[in-house]
């Protein structure tokens, strides 16, 4: 299983970003994907959710209508528009996926979003 992620960089207040993950090794299209971020000093949180064939969404209340989670299925690829970003939004980015039937998980690297002034 291989998670990689992409697209992170800096920005200004009220910019935007779109992340990618890259998924391989696993049947991608039955497997619902999510996203994390992990701030300096704190714990990893969880950011958003998308169900197998991308039409359920879930997204924590710090992000609900600025983020934007979807999916090419085709590309075994899940992104993340990230629209009027925040200071706090500043964190690494992670994919995940749960292998259900194991209840292991499975996580990129990260990529590093910074929002600054």
């Known amino acids: 299983v291989q998670l990689v992620e992409s697209g992170g960089g800096v920005v200004q207040p009220g910019g935007s970003l779109r992340l990618s993950c890259a998924a391989s090794?696993?049947?991608?299209?039955?497997?619902?994907m999510r996203w994390y971020r992990q701030a300096p000093g704190k714990e990893r949180e969880w950011v958003a959710a998308?169900?197998?064939?991308?039409?359920?969404?879930g997204y924590a209340d710090s992000v609900k209508g600025r983020f934007t989670v979807s999916r090419d299925n085709a590309k075994n690829t899940v992104y993340m528009q990230m629209n009027s970003l925040k200071l706090e939004d500043t964190a690494v980015y992670y994919c995940h996926w749960l292998r259900l039937a194991s209840n292991s998980d499975y996580w990129g690297q990260g990529t590093q979003v910074t929002v600054s002034s």
């Open positions: 998308i169900n197998s064939d991308g039409s359920g969404h």
């Open positions: 090794g696993f049947s991608f299209s039955n497997e619902e």
